[in-house]
T-cell receptor, first 110, second 113 residues
Framework: QKEVEQNSGPLSVPEGAIASLNCTYSDRGSQSFFWYRQYSGKSPELIMFIYSNGDKEDGRFTAQLNKASQYVSLLIRDSQPSDSATYLCAVTTGGFKTIFGAGTRLFVKA | DGGITQSPKYLFRKEGQNVTLSCEQNLNHDAMYWYRQDPGQGLRLIYY???????QKGDIAEGYSVSREKKESFPLTVTSAQKNPTAFYLC????????????FGQGTRLTVV
């Protein structure tokens, strides 16, 4: 079992729709959870971070964390073509290593 | 402007040659990291450092070496022992190892010729 798993996609949504990206992790002692966006050929940039169970909203983005289910998700409301990118889930484990998932490619169709 | 600078952006290496990738940060961050990314894959941790003069192996350290003589600098050497070095290398830093987000440099694309 991979430490951080994501569906590789591609996930395709129409412009204006909600995109839902999911991630599961294996280390129950994990402390911190991050979502990064990576455009092709570029470095990742932080979108959201969440430390506690529940939802955290920032503009069009909502991160959701369920530690009991070892599940973290990212919702993008009113998706725009500029949101088309690969989204990386990252988890800081109990041993203080940050592990990245393989990423989900998102396409937003105009 | 604060940030992380990686150089060079593109690097070509001949087989059997050692090369060093530079990473400098002026964010006053304690922790620094090196990741490798292969096409269509996520980031894999090579080495990380929490403080000056201390560093730890990540998941794929074989064939790589690092040093952390200054807080601002964390260079990565890709040695001839690394059999498949062609990849996109990313340096990152964070305030500490726990509960802090990482900031990335622009990356170095290494190709073996």
């Amino acid at each position: 079992q991979k430490e951080v798993e994501q569906n590789s996609g591609p996930l395709s949504v129409p412009e204006g729709a909600i995109a839902s990206l999911n991630c599961t992790y294996s280390d129950r002692g994990s402390q911190s959870f991050f979502w990064y966006r990576q455009y092709s050929g570029k470095s990742p940039e932080l979108i959201m971070f969440i430390y506690s169970n529940g939802d955290k909203e920032d503009g069009r983005f909502t991160a959701q964390l369920n530690k009991a289910s070892q599940y973290v998700s990212l919702l993008i409301r009113d998706s725009q073509p500029s949101d088309s990118a690969t989204y990386l889930c990252a988890v800081t484990t109990g041993g203080f290593k940050t592990i990245f998932g393989a990423g989900t490619r998102l396409f937003v169709k105009a | 402007d604060g940030g992380i600078t990686q150089s060079p952006k593109y690097l070509f290496r001949k087989e059997g040659q050692n090369v060093t990738l530079s990473c400098e940060q002026n964010l006053n961050h304690d922790a620094m990291y090196w990741y490798r990314q292969d096409p269509g894959q996520g980031l894999r941790l090579i080495y990380y450092s929490q403080i000056v003069n201390d560093f730890q192996k990540g998941d794929i350290a074989e064939g790589y070496s690092v040093s952390r003589e200054k807080k601002e600098s964390f260079p990565l050497t890709v040695t001839s022992a690394q059999k498949n070095p062609t990849a996109f290398y990313l340096c990152a830093s964070s305030i500490g190892l726990k509960n802090t987000e990482a900031f990335f440099g622009q990356g170095t694309r290494l190709t073996v010729v």
